[in-house]
């Protein structure tokens, strides 16, 4: 079997979902589990959050087809909200923000409705934004989503932790290429660990040398073009790294070491949510902590 597994940690979940209530006290937040969950199975996320969260929601009506029957079957869906979408609520610059914010709270206003309007990066950084009900979605799943993090983000613990094994050891000589079309060349005598993962898991092929990659907790860095089934890390720096080590392509690592997967992200040019939506079935989830 390919030691290939994604880990979640429904406790983390449970904690990043309390601090996005402690964001907004005075509104109910709303747990976003659309897209399973952003990849962490939306079945687990929804029992584990059951007790906590008021409301779940979901991004099309296939996704919500197991609560569907029952919504149409009630005589007095009659609750009506005003709900919107941020387009910038990400970004330092409050221009933009500022501005749908105002449009929002006209139309609040004639039509007396009760708001639903912020998002992850609106639940921690726009207070303004804070309205009856808020759709946190990524935060959830410990992501920082804005462009530059606060003192809350940092709180954030991860829910996914991406992990696989070295399945194999190479030594190289200076100037040996690795991996397909030879883009890294060893720039010393190196020692590279072949990592059973690849674009055929979800991992994005994008990503870029110097990309970051625990192994056994410490910090390394992809070398050579991701394949389907493998990719290629220079462990040249970690000397007890030997076929079974630990590898760690974002989340905590055992011995407690962190590898963000907005930090990954950065690195393939993409977001985190690329990422987490992207681990495919043959990344098996494992589930841990409290399920409700
Ligand atoms: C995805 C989504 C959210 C959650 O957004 P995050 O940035 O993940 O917090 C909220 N509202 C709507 C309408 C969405 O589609």
Not at 57 to 83: D, F, G, Q, Y
Not at 149 to 167: G, K
Request: aromatic content about 6%; some cysteine; hydrophobic content about 40%.
């Amino acid at each position: 079997m390919r030691p290939l597994v994604a880990d979640i940690d429904l406790d983390a979940l449970r904690h990043n979902y309390q601090l996005a209530c402690r964001c907004a006290p005075k509104s109910r937040s709303v747990a976003v589990i659309k897209a399973d969950a952003y990849g962490h199975g939306a079945l687990a996320c929804a029992q584990a959050l059951e007790r906590d969260a008021p409301a779940f929601a979901v991004a099309c009506i296939e996704e919500a087809a197991a609560i569907w029957r029952k919504l149409s079957a009630a005589p007095n869906v009659t609750a009506l909200h005003l709900m919107s979408h941020f387009a910038t609520a990400d970004l330092q610059d409050s221009r933009y923000f500022n501005q749908q914010m105002a449009r929002l709270q006209g139309l609040a206003k004639e039509l007396d409705a009760p708001l639903c309007l912020a998002n992850s990066p609106a639940t921690l950084a726009w207070p303004v934004a804070h309205g009856d009900w808020n759709r946190p979605g990524v935060m959830l799943y410990g992501s920082d989503p804005l462009e530059v993090a606060n003192d809350i983000t940092q709180q954030l613990q991860p829910v996914m932790t991406l992990r696989s094994e070295v399945i194999a050891m190479r030594e190289l000589e200076e100037g040996e290429p690795v991996g397909y079309s030879g883009r890294w060349r060893a720039p010393r005598r190196s020692r590279i660990a072949v990592v059973a993962c690849g674009y055929g898991d979800g991992y994005d092929r994008h990503a870029r040398d110097g990309t970051p990659v625990l192994v056994n907790g410490q910090r390394c860095a992809i070398a050579g073009k991701v394949s389907m089934d493998m990719l290629t890390v220079d462990v040249t720096d970690v000397p007890d790294a030997v076929i079974g080590s630990e590898v760690v392509l974002w989340g905590r690592a055992s011995n407690g070491v962190i590898l963000p997967v907005d930090e990954v992200a950065r690195y393939c040019d993409t977001i985190s949510y690329t990422l987490l939506t992207g681990v495919l079935p043959r990344a098996p989830r494992r589930y841990h902590g409290r399920s409700v």
